[in-house]
C-alpha cells in the first residue's frame, strides 16, 4: 500500500495476470509485455499465435523473467528460431519512450499480500475481506527518477513499511485508514493528500482504497531541494501529520493533473519532456508539504545508532522550532524515560543536554558569519530559545571558549582559539 520496489515477475507469484513493459516495442508485437502467468495459460497463448508472434512473446517472457521490466531492446536485433524458420525482429528506429509501465491485478488473499510484501521488502502483512467483494489492482509508470502509481484494494491491508530510498506522498479518492499507527497517526480519508513518515518504518492499516501516489527517488529529490533552498544536498525530513495550507494545496493539485496528462497519456514522449516534468512536479512538492533538510555535515555522536540517530537527525532538522525532548520522544516512538536511558547507553548524555548544544551551534554559527552592526547577540539568543542571557553567556563560553559578544566582533575568516 505504499511505494513499492520494482517486482520481478515469475511464475510462481501467483498473479492473476500481468502486464509490463514500455512503449517502445518490436515491429509486429503488442505495445505492452507479456507477464507470467500459468503454464498453462502460456503454452495456450503460443499455440494460437503465428510464429513470429509467438516469438515476439518468447523473447518478452524472457526479458521479464531476467530483469523483472521488459526492457528497450534496441541494441540489436532478435533472432528467433522457430519450427525450421528463421524468424527476424527488427529494433525500432525511433527514440525509445523512457517510461516504465507495470500493472497486476487479482482476487486471491494470499496472493495479493505476497505480492505487496514482494514489493515492499516487507514480511508481516495481512489481509481480509470486507463487505465488498475482494480484488485489488496495482499500476505503476514513470521512470528511475518519479513515479506515478494507483492501487485499488478491496479489502483490508495492514503491515509495517520502510521506504528509505524515496519520497511518496499519497491521497485517496475512496476509503481510507491510517498511517503510523501507534505513533504519529494520521487518518487518511478522500481528497487530502499526505507524505509518508521518512527515514523511518511505519504501520498502515487501510481498507477499501482507491489509491494514487507519486513517488520521487531520494537522491533526485534531495538534489532539487538543494537547488532551491540553496544548500548542499542532504536528507529531508517531512512533517506527515501536517496537511499542506490551501492555496499550496491547489498548486500541487494542478501540478498533478498537468503530470499525470503527460506521463500516463498515451502520446509518445521523450526523456527530455519527462524530465521536465518531473522536475516541476518534485518543484511543486517541496513547495506544498512541509519539510526541513538535515545538513549532509552534521557529525552525529559515535555509537548513535537506531532510535537515538534517528531521534538526533530529527533534532536537527527542527531545532529552530520549540521542538522538547517530549516531542523527539514521540517522534522515535519510546517514552521520554526509553529515550533517555537510549542515549545514555549509546552516547553517554541526556538528549536534552545534546538538543541544547545543538541550538548552540546554530547560535554560533550565526554570530560566526554576522557582522556586529547586523544583528545583536540577545536577539540571536532569543531567537534560539535562549531566553535567560547570563546562563547563555556562561555555556557558550563553556562550549566555544569565548563569550559571544567575541564572536560577533571578531573579523569574518578569523577561528576562536580554545
Known sequence: MTSPKAVAGSPSSG??????GTNASPTGTAGRCCGPGTEQDQDRRSATMDPCRAAAV????????????AANRNDVP??????????????????????????????????AVQLYEEAYESTGFSASRTDRPFAYRFQVVGDDTMTFRST??????????????????????DGGGRVDVGRQEVDFAPGT???????????FDLQDIRQSLVQFDRGYLEGVAAEVHGTRPGPLVFDHTAAPRPEDLRAWNAQVQRAAAIVLGPAPLTGLALAETVRETALAFLGAFPHETIAPDVALPQGATGRVRE???????????????????EHVGLSVRGLQQAFQRQVGTAPNALLRGIRLDRVHEELRRASAGDLTVASVALRWGFAHLGRFSAAYASRFGQYPRDTLQQPRGVVPQP
Open 78 to 111: 532478435a533472432i528467433v528460431a522457430l519450427a525450421g524458420h528463421r524468424v527476424t525482429i527488427r529494433a525500432m528506429t525511433v527514440e525509445p519512450d523512457p517510461r516504465i509501465r507495470f500493472e497486476t491485478s487479482g482476487a486471491g488473499l494470499d496472493a
Open 15 to 20: 498473479w492473476s495476470s500481468t502486464t509490463c
Open 58 to 69: 518468447e523473447m518478452c517472457r524472457s526479458s521479464t523473467q531476467r530483469t523483472g521490466w
Open 152 to 173: 485499488r484494494f478491496d479489502g483490508r491491508m495492514q503491515g509495517e513499511v520502510e521506504v528509505p530510498d524515496e519520497y511518496v506522498v499519497m491521497w485517496t479518492s
Open 193 to 203: 493528500p499526505r507524505v509518508f513518515p521518512t527515514r523511518r518504518p511505519f504501520v
Open 311 to 329: 531521534a538526533l537527525e530529527f533534532m536537527h532538522a527542527f531545532a529552530h522550532t520549540p521542538v522538547t525532548t517530549t516531542d523527539v520522544a
